[in-house]
């Protein structure tokens, strides 16, 4: 008697989920790390970034895809720096992780730039989609004219930048002062260090 007054209800359930089967919207894509691509953009001295505010940006962009290569839009991201030594940090309104939404071919592009790094230092650059590491450029550094990244160049900035000095004439000075990447410190170097010079980042 029971069983028999389930029936119905049972046979209802049955055809409602049949039916929510059938009108089920694909199922969402999810990018794919074998078959999406991710690139960081070269810097004028290879893995070597300089930042003031008038030069230096690094662009981290891809292209998400499924497992079968159809591209993903629509789906968020973030690119996160890790910090491995010194003083390098999000100079002012800048941060050191950026969030995106692919487009529609599944292509995406987060641009950093000088107030998104101040100071110097190593780091790691990381692609984040859905908590999961996706792709990681390792082995990368990056320098600025607020060499400890307090905001504005002041005297402690020379303080630093005076230490990275060569010890003896026409030995290499610290990478952090060779700003335009030629192995050695001159007049050009501090031309560049000089652009962040009264800019309050
Ligand atoms: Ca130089």
Known sequence: MRSSS???????????????L????????VPDP?????????????????FTPVMGTMIVSGTLRDV???????????????????TLAPCGFGSHSKS???????SFSIVFDWRDMAGY???????????IPYALFAG????SPDLDASGQVGVIDVGILASGLPP?????PAWYIDYNCDGRFDVLDFAIFAQGIGVIC
Do not use: K, M, W
Request: proline share 7%; with cysteine.
């Open 121 to 131: 230092g190593d780091f790691d650059v990381e692609v984040v989609i859905n908590g």
């Open 6 to 20: 389930l029936r119905p209800v049972a046979g209802l359930f049955a055809g409602l989920v049949l039916s929510a």
């Open 100 to 106: 995106a939404v692919s487009h529609n071919d599944g």
């Open 68 to 86: 079968d290569g159809v591209a993903v839009g629509g789906h968020p991201l973030s690119v996160e720096i890790r910090v491995l030594s010194h």
């Open 168 to 172: 003896v004439p026409g030995a290499p």
């Open 140 to 143: 990368h550094r990056s320098t």
């Open 22 to 29: 059938v009108a089920a919207p694909a199922v969402a894509q």
């Open 34 to 50: 074998g078959t999406s691509s991710f690139a960081l953009s070269p810097s004028a001295c290879g893995a070597h970034y300089v």
